[in-house]
C-alpha cells in the first residue's frame, strides 16, 4: 500500500523558513514526479511546485523563496520555504504520480495519483 506522509509544518514568523517533508512508502518514486499543493480555509487547493526526474516547476507565488528537491534513497521530497508570508498559510500536501517517466504540466491535482494527509503551515505577520 502506497503512503505518502508529510511532516515539518508548523507556526512560523513572516520572513522565517521552514522544510517540508514527504516520505513516500510501498513502492519507490524516483522516476516519477512528485509535486506539493497547499489549500487555505475556504480555497481551492493550488499547485506550489513540482520535480520530475530531471526538472523543477513552481508557482509564480513561490519562486525565488520556495525549493523542491528530492532523495531517491530515502524515497522522500522536500519543500524548503523561505521568506515566508502570511499568505502562504494553507495546509500543504504532498503528491506522486504512479507512472514513471511521465510527462505533463505537473500543474493539475488529476495528475496525480497518490496524496498524503497534508501538514499545517501557518504564517503569521
Same mark, same amino acid.
Given at each position: 500500500?502506497?503512503?505518502?506522509?508529510?511532516?515539518?509544518?508548523?507556526?512560523?514568523?513572516?520572513?522565517?523558513?521552514?522544510?517540508?517533508?514527504?516520505?513516500?512508502?510501498?513502492?519507490?518514486?524516483?522516476?516519477?514526479?512528485m509535486?506539493?499543493?497547499?489549500?487555505?480555509?475556504?480555497?481551492?487547493?493550488?499547485?506550489?511546485?513540482?520535480?520530475?526526474?530531471?526538472?523543477? =516547476?513552481y @508557482?509564480?507565488a513561490?519562486?525565488?523563496?520556495?525549493?523542491? +528537491?528530492?532523495?531517491?534513497? *530515502?524515497?522522500?521530497? $522536500?519543500?524548503?520555504?523561505?521568506?515566508?508570508?502570511?499568505?502562504?498559510?494553507?495546509?500543504? =500536501?504532498? @503528491?506522486?504520480?504512479?507512472?514513471?517517466?511521465?510527462?505533463? +504540466?505537473?500543474?493539475?491535482? *488529476?495528475?496525480?495519483? $497518490?496524496?498524503?494527509?497534508?501538514?499545517?503551515?501557518?504564517?503569521?505577520?
Amino acid at each position: 500500500q502506497v503512503q505518502l506522509v508529510e511532516s515539518g509544518g508548523g507556526l512560523v514568523q513572516a520572513g522565517g523558513s521552514l522544510r517540508l517533508s514527504c516520505a513516500a512508502s510501498g513502492r519507490t518514486f524516483s522516476s516519477s514526479p512528485m509535486g506539493w499543493f497547499r489549500q487555505a480555509p475556504g480555497k481551492e487547493r493550488d499547485f506550489v511546485a513540482a520535480i520530475s526526474w530531471s526538472s523543477t =516547476y513552481y @508557482a509564480d507565488a513561490v519562486k525565488g523563496r520556495f525549493t523542491i +528537491s528530492r532523495d531517491n534513497a *530515502k524515497n522522500t521530497v $522536500y519543500l524548503q520555504m523561505n521568506s515566508l508570508k502570511s499568505e502562504d498559510t494553507a495546509r500543504y =500536501y504532498c @503528491a506522486a504520480v504512479k507512472g514513471s517517466y511521465y510527462r505533463g +504540466s505537473y500543474l493539475r491535482e *488529476k495528475e496525480y495519483d $497518490y496524496w498524503g494527509q497534508g501538514t499545517q503551515v501557518t504564517v503569521s505577520s
